[in-house]
């Protein structure tokens, strides 16, 4: 079993930034991907950055060039810098971490840290 605990949500102007970090606890390995995905309530849920145990890193397009995954295989963490940041980047984000190599939408889930953009 595996518990993620994530921290570093918050409400930040349009052009601003904030720094998203979660923490797995538990049994996990480093094989296991990590990931951020975000709800926007309506919405399906939707795949931020991940990266593998491999450490190969992947970005929606809508993240690409604005944020930065990164991750801590002795700790088991993985932080999420997002910068330049939009109003649709409000959403409820997620982290996960899935026992495959890719991030397939299915394994252990955090509660969620609300982050909004607003002027």
């Known amino acids: 079993q595996v518990e993620l605990v994530e921290s570093g949500g918050g409400l930040v102007q349009p052009g601003g930034s904030l720094t998203l970090s979660c923490a797995a606890l538990g049994y996990m390995q480093a094989t296991y991907t990590m990931a951020w995905y975000r709800r926007v309530p309506g919405n399906e849920l939707e795949l931020v950055a991940s990266?593998?145990?491999?450490?190969?890193?992947t970005y929606a397009d809508s993240a690409k060039g604005r944020f930065t995954l990164s991750r801590n295989f002795a700790r088991n963490t993985i932080t999420l810098q997002m910068n330049s940041l939009k109003i649709q980047d409000t959403a409820v984000y997620f982290c996960?971490?899935?026992?495959?190599?890719?991030?397939?939408?299915?394994?252990?889930w955090g509660q969620g840290t609300q982050v909004t953009v607003s002027a």
């Open positions: 990266i593998t145990g491999a450490g190969t890193i």
């Open positions: 996960n971490t899935d026992p495959r190599a890719f991030a397939s939408g299915q394994g252990y």
